[in-house]
């Protein structure tokens, strides 16, 4: 039997991300940011060929564009400043349930090959209590969020969380707030944001920039 590969964006046969799918996600400027004061740093809008990608990560075993959705949210990070001074990657863990799912935990590999591409060490610093998966969960549901708890004491290094969609940002709220329990300052990114749910702790960039033109 011969597997084809397609693209995880249009399914076209090729690679794992056709040319037409990556330009465009670069042509996909985010719709919401803000790198500071526990905001959330959105490399993509979670729409269109954007979605089609995150979903063929996290839903279809499409590893392989894990690596270019890192690059996107390693651009975002740079862009914004907010690699200066960090000192550890780390993720935002999927429940037990749905890693033996799927086999992997999509937001260990994307935060892995962020910390490879900014030359940071990697560590699982979180634990996610037993509780039920954010997917499938109702917006009022998923405010409440899952619960998490960091290991070890972690004095004051600054950590950058990743996560692989953010929609109403609790999980990763849950996951810095579980950090700076443990003395660290939580720099929270994602990959996709979902443009039309905006997380109360997030603010439009273009805003920002017209503001500052």
């Given at each position: 039997m011969i597997f084809e590969t397609r693209c995880a964006g249009c399914d076209t046969p090729g690679g794992a991300i056709c040319t037409v799918c990556r330009f465009a996600l670069l042509g996909r400027?985010?719709?919401h940011h803000d790198g500071h004061d526990g905001g959330v740093i959105a490399a993509l809008a979670f729409t269109g060929r954007a979605r089609d990608v995150v979903i063929g990560l996290k839903y279809r075993n499409r590893r392989a564009v894990g690596r270019h959705l890192a690059g996107l949210v390693v651009n975002r990070v740079v862009e914004t400043g907010a690699h200066q001074g960090l000192d550890v990657v780390t993720w935002a863990p999927t429940s037990p349930r749905r890693r033996r799912e799927r086999g992997f935990d999509?937001?260990?590999?994307?935060?892995?090959?962020v910390a490879r591409q900014l030359g940071l060490p990697c560590r699982r610093l979180l634990e996610r209590d037993t509780g039920p998966s954010q997917t499938g969960r109702s917006r009022a549901e998923r405010l409440r969020g899952p619960r998490f708890r960091a290991r070890p004491e972690l004095g004051?290094?600054?950590v950058l969380v990743v996560d692989d969609v953010v929609?109403?940002?609790a999980t990763l709220q849950a996951a810095g707030a579980a950090l700076a329990s443990r003395g660290a300052e939580p720099v929270l990114a994602a990959v996709a944001a979902t443009p039309e749910r905006r997380p109360a702790n997030v603010v439009e960039l273009r805003a920002r920039r017209s503001h500052a033109a």
């Open positions: 400027a985010p719709r999509q937001g260990e590999l994307l935060a892995r090959t004051g290094r600054r929609t109403t940002g």
